[in-house]
């Protein structure tokens, strides 16, 4: 007969059978995270305004790019002098999307992202246009909406 003194074996289907609810179990876990940070709504833009430079920065038919809270954003400044800006994070993967001159067009250097003048999507993987920020003038300051 054996004593209670002596430590008792661990069944082999027993330890399968720990081992297949603690995979399940870390496997739901895993899963369900997922699943809340998708569910979960986007960030809402935040109402805040960044100063981004003065007004002699930004020459007429200029294309800028500059930080927000550390985020890239294309400022540019029409031959009519209004200006517009829009995050510079490409919809698709959020690269830092570029102004290329030469074809007066925005372009994603990642996965051949291209968004017109008015940061429209008109080619590639990105799946909507470009954010567009407010942008104001006060007193010969130029100030873009902050990113959410």
């Known amino acids: 007969m054996a004593s209670d003194d002596e430590p008792k074996q661990l069944p082999r289907r027993g330890f399968l059978n720990i081992a297949v609810g603690g995979s399940g179990a870390a496997f739901a876990v895993a899963v369900g995270s997922a699943v809340a940070r998708f569910v979960e709504p986007p960030a809402q833009p935040s109402s805040g305004q960044a100063v981004v430079g003065k007004l002699e920065d930004f020459p007429v038919g200029a294309v800028k790019t500059v930080l927000v809270e550390e985020r890239p954003v294309l400022v540019f400044r029409g031959t009519d002098g209004q200006f517009r800006a829009f995050s510079a994070l490409c919809t698709h993967l959020q690269c830092v999307v ?34 567009e920020l407010a942008v104001a003038v006060n007193d010969g300051t130029v100030i873009v909406s902050t990113i959410g």
């Open 98 to 131: 570029r102004y290329v001159p030469e074809r007066t067009q925005i372009e994603c250097p990642c996965h051949g992202g291209v968004y017109s003048m008015e940061g429209l999507n008109i080619a590639g993987p990105p799946p909507r246009p470009l954010t």
